[in-house]
């Protein structure tokens, strides 16, 4: 782990514990309601890992008062501006959502070669590849199940690790999808006669 990293995980308080990292805004489709009931069994692992999730929005205040009702081992960040930097300190991120097209977590988790748990909805099988654990929308026992067992299998994470950064290398770059989308605009509006 990088000394940035590790500086992080301390200022976090998450030293001697695994860390796993969902990002995005706090409303119902995001999958977080499903993500609160998986981190439940994750609390009899030892070292039980602390969920931390970065985001704000609507359902902040209800995921809070489960968190502490239930006495879960999460953290609700709020806004953060270093998302990379924090998904680069994670020891796993989770895409929990109802729907993603071309999730931005998911991106970033693979370059950065940070294993990947995701929901296998929208794009995101397509996006992903071999290089994440994709569990079914809505499924607590499987997404907890997922995250349980990569904790548990260093060998595991470093191959996702690995798979991430190759599957990211096939991205197009940015320049590469603007000359596309350039390119699909002056055939629609120039078409060739």
Do not use: C, N
């Not at 590790?6 to 999958?31: F, Q, T, Y």
């Not at 006495?71 to 609700?76: F, H, K, N, S, T």
């Not at 569990?135 to 607590?140: A, C, E, K, N």
């Amino acid at each position: 782990m990088a000394e940035r990293d590790a500086k992080l995980r301390a200022e976090l308080g998450v030293l001697g514990r695994p860390l796993l990292l969902a990002v995005g805004s706090l409303e119902r489709h995001r999958g977080y309601g499903t993500l609160l009931d998986a981190a439940g069994p994750w609390s009899g692992l030892d070292p039980a890992p602390l969920l931390l999730i970065a985001g704000e929005g609507p359902e902040r205040a209800a995921l809070q008062r489960r968190i502490t009702a239930e006495e879960l081992q999460v953290r609700l960040l709020g806004r953060h501006d270093d998302v990379p930097a924090l998904l680069a300190a994670a020891d796993v991120a989770v895409l929990p959502s109802r729907w993603e097209a071309r999730s931005l977590l998911a991106q970033e988790a693979l370059r950065l070669g940070v294993p990947l748990v995701a929901t296998a909805v929208g794009g995101v099988p397509e996006l992903v590849g071999e290089a994440a654990e994709l569990v079914p929308y809505g499924d607590p026992v499987a997404l907890s199940a997922a995250v349980s067992r990569l904790l548990a299998d260093p060998a595991r994470r470093a191959w996702l690790s690995q798979a991430g950064q190759a599957q990211a290398a096939t991205w197009p770059t940015e320049d590469e999808t603007v000359a596309q989308v350039l390119s699909v605009y002056d055939e629609l509006a120039f078409p060739a006669s």
